[in-house]
């Protein structure tokens, strides 16, 4: 029982090294840091990484966890009530709103807390037209619509994940098939 647990939380390793050795994202933001921030750091080695925590246990140990600069982490809380401007989900816009309103927008957004459909249409209005969403434990009916709201999404059910982007993800497929193309693959 312990394993299958282990791999449910792990399931999406592979593809999340996968796209940041093809990808090497700069600019990252992620809700839920925890095993994604570390694969981030360990694969796209120029990556800065925004990362919101909810809960205050993880905050700390994701703290204690990440000492580099390279991580920035968010505590925000989930309001019970909405309509926080500066809560959970939404901290990114509000962050750019309070900064001047210039967007940040970012090469990858990975999404692994709370408030997964919040996260994910905050995250369409951050990505950059080449950057990639990706959602562990994406197989809850009631991520789907926002899943297929991008332009362009694959889901890995056995993985439990799923990737979106503004882009065709035509490289997925080697992912799929287990190969890494040559860097000049046309992607």
Known sequence: AKEVEQWRWRSFEKLLEYICQRKNPVN?????????????????????????????????????????????????????????????????????????????????????????????MTAMMLVKDTGVVIIHDSGRAVYKPAIEAYPYFQDFPDIRTAVMSKRPLGYLRWFEQGEIPKLDDGW
């Open 28 to 120: 990252v933001l992620e809700w839920g840091p925890g095993h994604s921030t570390h694969i981030i750091l360990n694969h796209a080695l120029s990556s800065q990484i925004l990362s919101i925590e909810h809960h205050p246990v993880w905050f700390k140990r994701a703290q204690d966890r990440f000492q580099t600069e390279r991580v920035e982490l968010v505590h925000r809380t989930i309001s019970p009530k909405g309509g926080m401007c500066d809560g959970y989900s939404n901290y990114p816009l509000w962050r750019a709103v309070k900064a001047g309103g210039e967007l940040s927008r970012y090469d990858l957004v990975f999404v692994d807390g709370r408030h997964r459909f919040d996260c994910l």
